[in-house]
């Protein structure tokens, strides 16, 4: 019996059971539908794609998985290198883990710890942004405001560990000056926070925290487990402000197998870097590295650089802006997009009931959650295929 994820298990629908999958599109036995959500925002190249279908085989006729505790091996040195070419900035130390969450979790532990290895005990508590989500373990929930994935942490009662703060630059700068000597990190999801119900917010906030982050001695983090590899139209927000620390997740393997890393500057580097082996970073996860998903994700990046994504994500955009801008009807609160995301937001998530299956019907897979219905495609979907896309959304609030 499979305990399916955020589902009641008593009222969950069935879930459409998939057979095949291959471009932008997922087949159940009897329909053929278009993934507007890449399989949680992760499939930018679509399903199978060959170059990294090909990646995963190749490598496991080499071997499959070695632990990285004493060893090492090419795929995982070579991911490691691209890397560090490929981000911007002295972001180059890979700390690689199996999911997003984990991978955000190492992050907060590395911020702790780097205060920790200077002997600064009091730099306890994180900042974090209102309505943000960074992954469903523990210190993620904590660090996360959501009520409604993390209800649960009222069990425990206030935190005293995590400020949250608007994305507004008067409420950050107050929060700095309130709280910036027990500060370790403030995390964010940089533009765009997904699962909190895709907000989206102005870059003169992240500039504006990379100042305060270095007036005050915090590590700026940047989870962009979901923004990463173009999604908001940047390849990464970290091109535009440089973190101490960026977590990379979902896109990362083009979703073809999991794969998180968290990659450190060169300032958290050496705040490790030490003849005192308590100042090490104890932490390893047991497939980190693991040599399928390096040899995707190796496969997933050359794709990225080869592709013109930034074009193909560019017109996304354009396309979707044409279609959806202005598009306002009775119970719609807000329609708001950026890159390769679109979101409208409806008053009561009740009026996004039965979205699902309509959408099915029209040979699109959606999955609205709370009041947001969104798409956030494949980078490969073609201008016939997005406007299908785009149109059922539009069609649902004008249907009888
Ligand atoms: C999905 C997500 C995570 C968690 O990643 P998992 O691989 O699901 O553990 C963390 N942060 C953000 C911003 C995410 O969107």
């Not at 982050?213 to 979901?226: N, P, Q, R």
Request: charged share 25%.
């Amino acid at each position: 019996m499979i305990w399916y994820p955020y589902q009641q298990m008593k009222t969950m629908r069935e879930p459409y059971r998939i057979v095949d999958a291959e471009g932008v599109y997922i087949y159940t036995e009897d329909k053929k539908l278009i993934d507007s959500t890449s399989s949680w925002w992760s499939v930018i190249h679509g399903y199978k794609n060959p170059k990294i279908t090909k990646a995963i085989k190749d490598q496991a006729d080499v071997f499959s998985h070695v632990m990285l505790g004493g060893l090492t091996h090419d795929s995982v040195l070579k991911l490691a290198s691209k890397l560090k070419d490929f981000l911007p900035g002295d972001l180059d130390y890979c700390f690689f883990s199996d999911s997003g969450s984990v991978a955000v979790e190492v992050a907060l532990k590395m911020a702790l710890q780097f205060y920790v290895n200077k002997n600064d005990l009091k730099r306890t508590k994180i900042l974090s942004l209102t309505h943000s989500y960074h992954g469903d373990t523990f210190k993620t929930m904590e660090a996360g405001d959501d009520e409604d994935y993390h209800f649960i942490l009222k069990a425990y009662g206030e935190n005293p560990n995590v400020v949250h703060v608007d994305t507004n630059i008067d409420d950050l700068e107050a929060a700095f000056k309130k709280h910036h000597e027990e500060l370790n990190c403030f995390i964010v999801e940089p533009l765009l926070q997904g699962a909190g119900g895709m907000r989206m917010y102005d870059i003169s906030f992240l500039k504006r925290a990379r100042e305060l982050c270095d007036e005050y001695g915090v590590l700026l983090i940047f989870d962009e487990v979901a923004t990463g590899f173009g999604r908001t139209g940047y390849r990464f927000v970290s091109d535009l402000v440089l973190p101490d620390i960026v977590v990379l997740g979902k896109a990362l393997t083009g979703g073809h197998i999991g794969h998180a890393v968290t990659v450190a500057n060169q300032k958290v580097y050496d705040g490790f870097y030490s003849d005192d082996p308590d100042c090490a970073l104890m932490h390893g996860p047991t497939f980190m590295g693991n040599a399928l998903a390096c040899s995707a994700a190796l496969a997933s990046i050359e794709l990225f650089e080869e592709g013109k994504y930034m074009e193909k994500i560019a017109h996304i955009a354009q396309l979707t802006k044409e279609t959806m801008e202005g598009f306002s009807r009775p119970g719609i609160k807000d329609v708001r997009m950026m890159g390769g995301c679109i979101c409208i937001e409806v008053e009561d998530s009740s009026l996004l009931k039965g979205y699902q299956e309509f959408a099915y019907e029209r040979g699109v897979f959606a999955r609205p959650f709370l009041n947001y219905l969104y798409a956030m495609v494949p980078y490969i979907i073609t201008d016939d295929e997005l406007l299908k896309v785009l149109n059922t959304m539009k069609e649902w609030f004008d249907r009888g």
